[in-house]
Structure formats: C-alpha cells, structure tokens
C-alpha cells in the first residue's frame, strides 16, 4: 500500500502564487512516474504536470510556462509550484503515483478568487 499525502493548498487572489507538495511513504525513484492532476467543481478530473523517475517533465497546455514541478528525492516529495495563478485554477489537486498501480492521494483544495 503506498500513501501519498499532498499539502499547501489554499486561497488566494490572482496572480499569487502556491507551492504544493506530495509525500510518498516510500522512495518516489520506485514509480514509473508522478503526477499532478486537478478537479474543478462539476468536471473531470484532468491531468496537470508529470515528472519521470528519469526526470523528465510534461504540462498541460493550460499551465504551461506558469507551473512548475519540482522533486526532492530524499525527502520522497513531488512539488506543484503554481504562479501566476487565475480563477480557472481553482480545483482539487491530486497527487499521483504510478508502478503496477496507480495511488491516488486525498487533494488539497486550492481556489483563486479576488
């Protein structure tokens, strides 16, 4: 069973800027990748940002140039830096991780509103 626990959300205005992190309760260099994906109320769920074992990056269109994702291996933690951010933001953000499986963590509610 592999826990993942993401952290950071939070409300802000738009154009400020958020960090959220996922911890993993074992080495993140044992999935295949990790992902960040988000929920907006009445939509499904869609994918954010992806960082390889081999560390290579992939972003959605939609936040491309204004989001970030970062790894500390040895604190087994993914990051989601946002900047920038805009009302269409506003989400649930889930951590992602995949081997054989795919583990889900519980989100972490960021919303964007002046």
């Known amino acids: 069973q592999v826990q993942l626990v993401e952290s950071g959300g939070g409300r802000v205005q738009p154009g400020e800027s958020l960090r959220l992190s996922c911890v993993a309760s074992r080495s993140i260099l044992t999935f295949f990748a990790m992902h960040w994906y988000r929920q907006q109320p009445g939509k499904q769920r869609e994918f954010v940002a992806a960082?390889?074992?081999?560390?290579?990056?992939d972003y959605a269109d939609s936040v491309r140039g204004r989001f970030g994702v970062s790894r500390d291996i040895s604190k087994d933690t993914i990051y989601l830096h946002m900047d920038n951010l805009k009302p269409d933001d506003t989400a649930i953000y889930y951590c992602?991780?995949?081997?054989?499986?795919?583990?889900w963590g519980q989100g972490t509610q960021v919303t964007v509103s002046s």
């Open positions: 992602n991780a995949r081997d054989d499986f795919q583990w």
């Open positions: 960082v390889s074992k081999g560390g290579s990056f």
